[in-house]
Nanobody, 114 residues
Framework: QVQLVESGGGLVQAGGSLRLSCLASGSISSLYVMGWYRQAPGKQRELVAVITSGGSTNYADSVKGRFTISRDNARNTVTLQMNSLKPEDTAVYYC????????WGQGTRVTVSS
C-alpha cells in the first residue's frame, strides 16, 4: 500500500510562484512513475506533469516552460515548482504514483487570483 500526502497549495496572485510537494510512504519504489494532476471546478482531472524513475519528464502543453517537476527517490518525494502562475492554473492538484495501479493523494488546492 502506498500513501501520498501533498502540501504547498494556497492563494497566490497571477505571476507568482508556488511549490507543491508530495511525500510518499509505504511500499514505494523508485520504479514508480510519479506525477501531478489537477482538476478545476466543472472540469475533468488532467495531467500536469510526470516523471519517471530515470528522470524523464512530460508536461502538459499549458504548463511547459512554467512548471518543473522533480523527484528525490531517496526521500520518496516529488515536487512541482510552479512559476508565472495564471488564473487558469486554479485547481485542486493531486499527486499520483503509478506502478501496475494508480495511487492518489488527497489533493491540495491552488488558487491564482487575477
Amino acid at each position: 500500500q502506498v500513501q501520498l500526502v501533498e502540501s504547498g497549495g494556497g492563494l497566490v496572485q497571477a505571476g507568482g510562484s508556488l511549490r507543491l510537494s508530495c511525500l510518499a510512504s509505504g511500499s514505494i519504489s523508485s520504479l514508480y512513475v510519479m506525477g501531478w494532476y489537477r482538476q478545476a471546478p466543472g472540469k475533468q482531472r488532467e495531467l500536469v506533469a510526470v516523471i519517471t524513475s530515470g528522470g524523464s519528464t512530460n508536461y502538459a502543453d499549458s504548463v511547459k516552460g512554467r512548471f518543473t517537476i522533480s523527484r528525490d527517490n531517496a526521500r520518496n518525494t516529488v515536487t512541482l515548482q510552479m512559476n508565472s502562475l495564471k488564473p487558469e492554473d486554479t485547481a485542486v492538484y493531486y499527486c499520483n504514483a503509478r506502478f501496475l495501479t494508480d495511487y492518489w493523494g488527497q489533493g491540495t488546492r491552488v488558487t491564482v487570483s487575477s
